[in-house]
């Protein structure tokens, strides 16, 4: 079974500053794996996600994450943040089966102060 | 791209009543669908697999006969939440899988208030 494990459950960071929001995984066979964003009360944005081919991955509003399968990691980072990206962040892994579900880490909440 | 609806995207229903999520693929066939369910500042939680035309596979812990899942058509499952309670309030999300291409798409959820 595959299973994702965030490392950290809160990230404050200052405005502009860079951030890494770590995600780790585990699995015995090739995977997909996923990063989500949260907004409150509102449902899943994909940011970004890695099927195969390079394995730095360029996802929407300035994240990347690169896919390190030595070390089973896929953290997601942004040079520099702003308050809107003040939200949950879910790292997420799946088989390369239609029929997989997607299994969810805990999630990483991201704060950003001016 | 792919898109799943889910409907409504909020409900309060009376305690001991029931409720009916839909969550359909608009432009691709899905033979399976998955529900999550998602507490207040908490991660998802993989609740059943919908397969279309057979019988759904409920993860550990989840009430079969609470949650009915229904998939009787590719681009359609529903979620009942059967004689609801207030610990029922949650919000789910619907989610189904491109077969050609392996992406996952997911609904806009549906959040679900039980008085």
């Known amino acids: 079974a595959q299973s994702v494990t965030q490392l950290d459950s809160q990230v404050p960071v200052f405005e502009e500053a860079p951030v890494e929001l770590r995600c780790n995984y585990s699995s015995s066979v090739s995977v997909y794996l996923f990063w989500y964003v949260q907004y409150p009360n509102q449902g899943l944005q994909l940011l970004l996600k890695?099927?195969?081919?390079?394995?730095l991955v360029k996802g929407i509003n300035g994240f990347e994450a690169e896919f390190n399968k030595s070390q089973t990691s896929f953290h997601l980072r942004k040079p520099s943040v702003h308050i809107s990206d003040t939200a949950e962040y879910f790292c997420?892994?799946?088989?390369?089966?239609?029929?997989?579900?997607?299994?969810f880490g805990k999630g990483t909440t991201l704060s950003v102060s001016s | 791209g792919a898109v799943v609806s889910q409907h409504p995207s909020w409900v309060i229903c009376k305690s001991g009543t029931s409720v009916k999520i839909e969550c359909r693929s608009l432009d691709f066939q899905a033979t399976t669908m998955f529900w999550y369910r998602q507490f207040p500042k908490q991660s998802l939680m993989l609740m059943a697999t919908s397969n279309e035309g057979s019988k759904a596979t409920y993860e550990q812990g989840v009430e079969k006969d609470k949650f009915l899942i229904n998939h009787a058509s590719l681009t359609l499952s529903t979620l009942t939440v059967t004689s609801a309670h207030p610990e029922d309030s949650s919000f789910y999300i619907c989610?189904?899988?491109?077969?050609?291409?392996?992406?996952?798409?997911f609904g806009q959820g549906t959040r679900l208030t039980v008085v």
């Open positions: 997420a892994v799946t088989l390369n089966q239609a029929g997989t579900a997607l299994i």
């Open positions: 989610s189904a899988r491109d077969v050609l291409t392996g992406e996952a798409f």
């Open positions: 890695y099927l195969s081919g390079s394995t």
